[in-house]
């Protein structure tokens, strides 16, 4: 089992910035991919960014350019960074992760980003 605890989000201003952060906590030693996905109000749920365990990203490209995603290993703990916002990554972020064995996945709980123009 893993467990993933979300932070950072809030309220902000168009243009402004966020920085969201997830602990992982239980079998992290089998830590494979972590993640950040996003649902807003009656939109499916999409991912923003994704980190290997070796680092190796991936973006939406709604958000290549403004939102950076990085990991701690040692801290089990990924980070996005989320500069230029705007009302359209209004909705709430969850934090995703999955395990080399067994092959499962985890969410955390979510957390809402609120972007005000």
């Known amino acids: 089992q893993v467990q993933l605890v979300e932070s950072g989000g809030g309220l902000v201003q168009a243009g402004g910035s966020l920085r969201l952060s997830c602990a992982a906590s239980?079998?992290?030693?089998?830590?494979?991919?972590m993640g950040w996905y996003r649902q807003a109000p009656g939109k499916q749920r999409e991912l923003v960014a994704r980190?290997?365990?070796?680092?190796?990203?991936n973006y939406a490209d709604s958000v290549k350019g403004r939102f950076t995603i990085s990991r701690d290993n040692a801290k089990n703990t990924v980070y996005l960074q989320m500069n230029s916002l705007n009302s359209e990554d209004t909705a709430v972020y969850y934090c995703?992760?999955?395990?080399?064995?067994?092959?499962?996945?985890?969410w955390g709980q979510g957390t809402q980003v609120t972007v005000s123009s």
């Open positions: 995703n992760a999955d395990l080399i064995f067994p092959r499962v996945e985890y």
């Open positions: 239980g079998r992290t030693f089998s830590l494979n991919n």
């Open positions: 980190i290997s365990s070796r680092g190796t990203t």
